[in-house]
């Protein structure tokens, strides 16, 4: 890969400035742009942009930023990096490439993992037949703990009442699963999924065919940042474990780096709703490769405090305290760490991914 990336100069400071700067990159390469704007979002200038290079017949690399809000800042970098890169290099003639900026620009620009409405989106692609009801059991006990109606103060003991419900949950591994999984019940409460598809999930949904074209193969590259251990990354999958793909994944991504999500182990955890399950669902007439690129932070049980303490003071606590700035800056910092080196390795590390999925895509 290309050791010359001046890595730092990628990442922006806003939602706005990172837009601005993805739109005119697509603009110097001639890209076809098409900008969308949720309904449920009162502020006109939030938008997901889509930015098309080259001919949709070819086999068409799809890189996504943003599912997460606040995790658009790493995806954003990700993406202007790779555009940059194209220019300098030339555009490959042989595949198309289709960027999707910002697909919760909410939450991107106001510092959340959610959407306007409170939604985790990669908990609200449910399959077109399936209703947005239920919530896992444990979740449903645990519901007091994650979602404080109170906004927990410095005296939270977080950890004490963490362990217990570990211990009361067997283990850890199956804690998250049962969080993070994914819950239509409590709309308030965090990793929740939505009373019905979001307009930003109707957006993807209703124009993802226009982006495709006619081709017939496709390698996805979903950006993320999170769980996992900082600096490293995990290629987490949509798929089943006994996928016929599972090969072709390791080939390309390394034997180490991929994780079924369905496994619900390691950095991966059992997931309904997930965008990318949904498109290969949809699209089974493509050869349809997904990966959600999982570059990790910090441990899961600091990155679950942080969230919920988020949570709690958006819903219930005053906005215009300090409290509740420095839990938003909490939030940022466990999604978007300040820390150059982590910045410089996970982006050349995004970079290699992406380099990885072209290579890939070629030989489909
Ligand atoms: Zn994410």
């Not at 990442?11 to 076809?32: G, H, I, M």
């Amino acid at each position: 890969m290309d050791s010359t990336y001046n890595t730092s100069g990628y990442y922006s400071a806003s939602y706005k400035e990172a837009k601005e700067r993805f739109l005119q990159a697509a603009v110097d390469l001639n890209a076809q742009i098409y900008t969308y704007h949720p309904e449920t979002l009162a502020q006109p200038d939030l938008t997901i942009d889509v930015a098309i290079i080259g001919d949709r017949s070819k086999p068409v690399l799809v890189v996504s930023s943003g599912v997460h809000g606040v995790e658009g800042f790493f995806g954003s970098a990700v993406q202007l990096a790779w555009l940059e890169g194209m220019r300098r290099k030339g555009v490959d003639k042989n595949i198309c490439t289709v960027f999707i900026h910002a697909v919760n620009p909410f939450g991107f620009a106001n510092i959340r993992r959610v959407n306007e409405e409170n939604v985790d989106l990669n908990r609200n692609f449910l399959p077109d037949n399936q209703c947005y009801r239920g919530a896992p059991d444990s979740y449903e006990d645990l519901n007091g703990f994650l979602n404080p109606e109170v906004p927990p103060g410095n005296m939270d003991l977080f950890f004490v009442k963490v362990a217990t419900n570990i211990l009361k949950h067997g283990g850890l591994q199956s804690l998250k699963n049962a969080v993070a999984g994914g819950q239509y019940e409590f709309p308030k409460g965090i990793f929740y999924g939505g009373a019905a598809a979001c307009d930003s999930t109707n957006i993807i949904k209703e124009n993802y065919s226009l982006w495709l074209g006619e081709t017939e193969k496709v390698v996805h590259i979903d950006l993320h940042t999170g769980l996992g251990q900082s600096g490293d990354y995990k290629i987490l999958l949509a798929e089943p474990e006994k996928s016929p793909n599972k090969k072709w994944y390791k080939k390309t991504f390394g034997k180490k780096k991929v994780e079924f999500l369905a496994s619900g182990k390691g950095t991966a955890y059992k997931a309904s709703g997930i965008m990318g399950e949904w498109l290969q669902h949809y699209f089974q007439h493509v050869d349809y490769r997904f990966a959600a690129a999982e570059f990790g932070t910090y441990p899961v049980l600091k990155m679950l405090k942080v969230i919920r303490r988020e949570n709690s003071f958006f819903h219930f606590g005053d906005r215009s305290s300090e409290a509740y700035k420095k839990a938003v800056e909490d939030l940022k910092e466990c999604f978007f760490p300040a820390s150059f080196e982590w910045r410089r390795k996970s982006l050349h590390s995004g970079l290699e991914v992406i380099y990885q999925a072209v290579k890939a895509l070629k030989y489909l």
